[in-house]
């Protein structure tokens, strides 16, 4: 089935804090995939200890920053990036101000973010800067999200004053 979108565009390009290049390490014959730290054996151990002994794919991508496409109209944002979660919203930082998109829903993976060198905490502490505040899906509704724990889950971050 062919759709025919016209305001969609494709990019194959890694989404970080800065504009270079990437490794991206996709597990055969899945769909687990991640970008490398900078150290890819790191991340290839990472991976096995995770899901067990796969075959991987390694591909040097095009990393860039969400900011770099100078985009005038964002409604929301999914961030699904197995640890790079900081690492994007850093990059999109100008785009969120200038935006102010309603909803950002960030998929977090905390032992993935530790591979980067980040913290959910650290993740929250940005957003919050940004206006947002975090809610969770509980019995199918929104619920503010207030627990010190923070989940491997999907977070949905709210404009503040937006309903819920």
């Not at 969609?8 to 890694?14: D, L, M, R, S, T």
């Not at 829903?105 to 940004?130: N, T």
Request: aromatic share 8%.
């Amino acid at each position: 089935m062919t759709y025919r979108i016209e305001n969609v565009k494709i990019y194959e390009n890694a989404v970080s804090d800065v504009d270079g290049e990437s490794t991206f390490i996709q597990v055969a014959q899945s769909s687990l995939s991640m970008c490398s730290p900078g150290n890819d054996k790191e991340a290839v151990d990472f991976i096995k200890n995770e899901y067990g002994e796969k075959t991987l794919q390694l591909t040097k991508v095009a990393a860039v920053k969400l900011d770099s496409f100078s985009l005038n109209k964002v409604n929301l944002i999914k961030i699904d990036v197995e640890g790079m979660e900081l690492k994007v919203v850093k990059g999109a930082k100008r785009t969120i101000k200038r935006c102010q998109p309603r909803l950002i829903m960030i998929e977090i993976f905390a032992r993935a973010m530790a591979l980067h060198k980040q913290s959910a905490e650290e993740l929250f502490s940005v957003m919050s800067e940004l206006g947002y505040t975090p809610f969770i899906l509980k019995d199918q509704n929104l619920e503010k999200f207030s627990d010190q724990k923070i989940p491997n889950d999907n977070i949905f971050f709210c404009k503040n004053g937006c309903k819920v």
